[in-house]
């Protein structure tokens, strides 16, 4: 199993970005997936989640400006972000908890991170 991002890169404050994850090889369902990100010298947070059903969780600072979605059929999640601030830079990593035809139960795998630059 592998996910892959894309997205990003650098934008002005108050500007706009979308993110991408595709999960791909060989499962039999994903669960839940999500975002998190990893600002310099901070630990890695969760910005928003998204269940299987469609139900969705944001970080507070992130609430009104962001938005995941997800489509089943292409075993993708999106993350729309807009207002962005300075204090959203970080590297985003997707996740997702997967069940895989191995092991038949969910594992979380993560994709490799891609780079938020927000100008001030």
């Known amino acids: 199993v592998q996910l892959q991002a894309s997205g990003g890169g650098l934008v002005q404050t108050g500007g706009s970005s979308r993110l991408s994850c595709v999960v791909s090889?060989?499962?039999?369902?994903?669960?839940?997936m999500g975002w998190y990100r990893q600002a310099p010298g901070r630990q890695r947070e969760l910005v928003a989640d998204i269940t299987g059903g469609g139900s969705t969780n944001y970080k507070d600072s992130v609430k009104g400006r962001f938005t995941i979605s997800r489509d089943n059929a292409k075993n993708t999640i999106y993350l729309q972000m807009n207002s962005l601030s300075p204090e959203d830079t970080a590297v985003y990593y997707c996740?997702?908890?997967?069940?895989?035809?191995?092991?038949?139960?969910?594992?979380?795998?993560w994709g490799q991170g891609t780079l938020v630059t927000v100008s001030s």
């Open positions: 996740n997702a908890n997967v069940v895989t035809f191995v092991w038949r139960l969910g594992r979380d795998y």
């Open positions: 090889g060989p499962f039999m369902s994903i669960n839940g």
